[in-house]
């Protein structure tokens, strides 16, 4: 059990919540973070999009960070899930499941998001392996390759569009009627896109490598790659909820900018405020959200 106070808490181990404890750090700011080590890109083979690190495992990018943070005697790193925060008049009390309780001038949420995937069978087989919810996270290992998009909204067409800059060979399943108006359907026609309606019934896989959908008809077709639209991802936590932070109409945590809130001394960055930042996204707000909270720091400690 770790009990002491200290400029700052960090919820979440990200390369948001990361890269914030690496700035504070160098700041000379007293820093605890707190991960529970179950990210949302944990069911991935690789991660992509990060400059230097391109392929890299997502737990190899975490062990890398934690093993330069080591160097910074003033930030602490506990495994561990935070079960409540509570503000208490100029300071917030955070407290884990394992009774660990810090007091801290300032909190980062960088808690991100989990994903709710549809409930059809052998989806959980290939997702994070051969379907994705990222296409630029993963298209690019499966461009030109037999590829089925996944799901029904009203910016469908835009999605289908997307999908197709990797693969020409592509498939649209929307498990019911299309949200597409007759102008759009004749487009996907024009490129050679099959649209199907049927409901998906399983995906076929061999050791998480997709091979086919089957449909409830009886159809089967080959597939090697999918994306979801919808992963279904909702808030991992919702303590920023109790502070005070509401969800805006995407149900993200409405911040301010450099990821400030209506609550003072409490900020959200990544997911949990945008939805989607990708893993340089985050860090990139990570970095932001450190500088601009130093400078409070500063200003009032003058």
Not at 253 to 265: L, R, Y
Request: proline residues 3%.
């Amino acid at each position: 059990m770790i009990q002491k106070t200290v400029d700052v808490v960090i919820i979440g181990g990200g390369p948001g919540g990361l890269n914030a404890a690496l700035v504070l750090g160098r700041s000379r700011r007293s820093v605890v973070l707190i991960d529970a080590a179950h990210p949302r890109n944990e069911v991935t083979y690789e991660s992509h999009g990060f400059l230097t690190r391109d392929g890299i495992k997502p737990f190899e990018l975490r062990e890398l960070a934690h093993e330069q943070m080591k160097k910074y005697s003033n930030v602490t790193l506990i495994r561990g899930v935070v079960k409540d925060v509570l503000k208490e008049k100029q300071q917030f009390k955070t407290m884990t499941e394992t009774e660990d309780v810090i007091f801290s001038r300032k909190v980062i949420f960088a808690t991100g998001l989990k994903e709710d995937i549809p409930s059809i069978e052998g989806l959980q087989d290939v997702y994070g392996k051969t379907v994705f919810s990222c296409p630029y996270c993963d298209a690019w290992e499966h461009r030109d390759q037999p590829i089925v998009l996944i799901g029904n909204t009203k910016q469908l067409i835009h999605q289908i569009r997307l999908i197709y800059n990797w693969s020409k060979d592509l498939i649209v399943a929307t498990n019911g009627p299309a949200m597409l108006n007759q102008k759009e359907k004749l487009e996907l026609n024009d490129h050679n896109i099959r649209l199907i309606e049927t409901p998906i019934e399983k995906f076929k896989s061999q050791n998480s490598m997709l091979e086919h959908v089957v449909f409830t008809d009886g159809e089967m077709i080959h597939r090697k790659a999918g994306f979801i639209i919808n992963t279904g991802a909702t808030q991992a936590s919702m303590l920023p909820q109790k502070l005070g932070v509401k969800l805006n109409e995407k149900h993200a945590f409405e911040t301010q900018e450099h990821g400030k809130t209506k609550v003072s001394g409490l900020f959200i960055i990544g997911d949990a405020a945008k939805r989607f930042t990708g893993l340089i996204g985050a860090a990139s707000e990570g970095y932001e959200t450190a500088v601009f909270l130093n400078k409070e720091l500063v200003e009032e400690d003058w």
